[in-house]
């Protein structure tokens, strides 16, 4: 499970347009070749305020920059890596780690620097008991659903530690190609499927990241045609039998929104024997599938393809497994050529908490579209993954100085069942207005999170945060979105 104190992040292709494009003119102006600056946002979760340190490993091993900031208790900050003057020699691709006196959870927010590319692709920062010796990539691809994954691995340990990375190809247990190399404390190496000559012309299966200390890893996949699809999400350190999934979709709204995932055997002997089982919002178990997956290898289950799930479905999903333990990345994309370029990812959670936190939480009512300032709209998912009822869920949205702004309440829900909220549906706090909340995040200055809690004796819940940008400027249909975890802090 994952908690905080001392943040530590990896970020992915830092700062303006560095990384070189690959030889392939097809992909010329591609998600895949477009080069994002990165922002972290991070969120006070303590008492008080928190006296927070950056600081930054660029991959030449050069000496790290670092510097400080303050943040108030509950309070919201952005930090453009791109902006911030302490980092104005600091270009090309690196790491950082944040540390803190006080509590704190961070979102890395990759900005595209391709107006075409609309999708920002998110990622949680990782805390201090998250690295691990051995972490997994659930899904690796090579121009394959014309997609190709870039990922990194940085060293979270207080040494410097040896890698070996390996792919495995989809129902393989034997690896297609294997490296390894040394990382710095604090450093971090990418990777690009696509200039692995060893993983042929394409690729379609995972990786197994094993070390000699902690490590924590990071991915983006996009699309390398004209789709401009982009997600994000974070290598998994530890296998479970179960898996939560609370976003679960089926050709669903106007977007004909469809969810998948990718499930991975973290065994390198044993099968796994896997079952996911797909419930309503009112809790009603609808279908499920099944599929046995050999050691080191992956399966994808798409949920639309489950005998007996509705059109139009929106509900959640549970993953177990009999056998080998699991991870999986859960992913959503729009059935419809039309909104080409939704794509989601997120990964699927192994246990909840009584609390979560939501680093980076948007609302706008009337400035969704892509001419008047390109807002966003934040829409959280949470579901009881406890053995009783959630009693009551209370999610606080805060401002970027740590003010409530709002709360929403919300009835207890069913175990396995799934609710959802906004920013629009709290009811403003004292001295605050709805049309405090219709524009959540962007008033007095940008910055916005919000906390999740259930009041039920021992409950447990999981979120994932989807926030959705326009992408037409003409049909309020049209969007694109990217998820990530809410990250529990007790």
């Known amino acids: 499970m994952r908690r905080v104190f001392n943040a530590l992040l990896v970020v992915i292709a830092l700062l303006l347009a560095t990384h070189s494009a690959l030889p392939v003119s097809a992909q010329q102006g591609s998600a895949y070749n477009t080069n ?47 902006s911030t003057s302490e980092l104005s020699g600091f270009s090309g691709q690196g790491s950082a780690v944040i540390s803190s006196d006080q509590p704190i959870v961070a979102t890395v927010v990759q900005l595209p620097q391709n107006a075409s590319v609309r999708n920002r692709p998110l990622s949680n920062g990782f805390g201090s008991n998250d690295g691990s010796n051995n972490v997994l990539i659930a899904t690796v691809l090579k121009n394959t659903f014309n997609q190709t994954t870039k990922f990194s691995i940085q060293n979270a340990d207080t040494t410097n530690v040896n890698v070996t990375l390996r792919f495995f190809a989809i129902g393989s247990a034997t690896p297609t190609h294997t490296e390894t190399f040394s990382l710095s404390v604090g450093t971090a190496r990418f990777f690009d499927a696509g200039t692995i000559s060893q993983l042929g012309t394409s690729f379609n299966g995972s990786a197994t990241i094993q ?19 982009v997600s994000a999400f974070e290598g998994v350190a530890q296998g479970s039998n179960t898996v939560y999934m609370p976003s679960a979709l089926c050709n669903f709204g106007s977007t004909q929104q469809r969810s998948a995932y990718a499930v991975q055997n973290t065994s390198t002997t044993s099968s796994a024997t896997v079952t996911v089982t797909y419930k309503d919002t009112s809790n009603n178990t609808v279908a499920t599938q099944n599929a046995t997956i050999p050691a080191n290898a992956k399966f994808s289950f798409q949920t639309c393809s489950a005998a007996g799930i509705p059109n139009n479905f929106s509900g959640s999903a549970t993953i177990t ?10 992913k959503v994309f729009s059935g419809s050529p039309t909104y080409a370029a939704l794509a989601t990812a997120f990964v699927g959670a192994s246990a909840g908490a009584s609390k ?5 939480v948007r609302w706008t009512q009337t400035r969704f579209d892509i001419n008047p300032g390109n807002r966003q709209r934040a829409f959280i998912a949470i579901q009881n993954v406890g053995s009783g009822a959630s009693g009551t869920i209370t999610v606080k949205y805060y401002d970027l100085n740590g003010n409530l702004i709002g709360t929403h309440t919300i009835n207890s829900i069913n175990s396995g069942q799934k609710t959802n909220s906004t920013p629009i549906a709290a009811t403003p706090a004292a001295g605050k207005t709805t049309a405090d909340l219709a524009e959540f995040g962007y008033i007095g200055g940008f910055g916005g999170s919000a906390t999740i ?8 819940i999981v979120a994932v945060v989807r926030i959705a940008s326009a992408n037409s400027a003409t049909n309020t249909a049209d969007i694109v979105a990217e998820d990530y975890n809410a990250i529990p802090i007790n």
């Not at 969120?43 to 108030?72: C, D, E, K, W």
């Not at 497994?321 to 859960?330: D, L, T």
């Not at 809690?453 to 447990?460: V, Y």
């Open 36 to 82: 994002f600056i990165t922002s972290i946002t991070y969120q006070n979760v303590g008492t008080t305020t928190a006296n927070i340190t950056f600081t930054f490993y660029p991959t030449s091993s050069g000496t790290p920059i670092s510097f400080s900031r303050t943040l108030a208790a509950n309070a919201g900050a952005s930090l453009n890596v791109g």
């Open 211 to 229: 070390a000699t200390g902690k490590v924590v890893a990071t991915a983006i996949e996009a699309t390398t045609d004209t789709s401009y699809k």
């Open 321 to 330: 497994s009999s056998g080998a333990p699991i991870v999986a990345i859960g």
């Open 356 to 360: 979560l936190a939501a680093p980076y």
């Open 453 to 460: 809690e259930c009041a039920g004796s021992g409950c447990q």
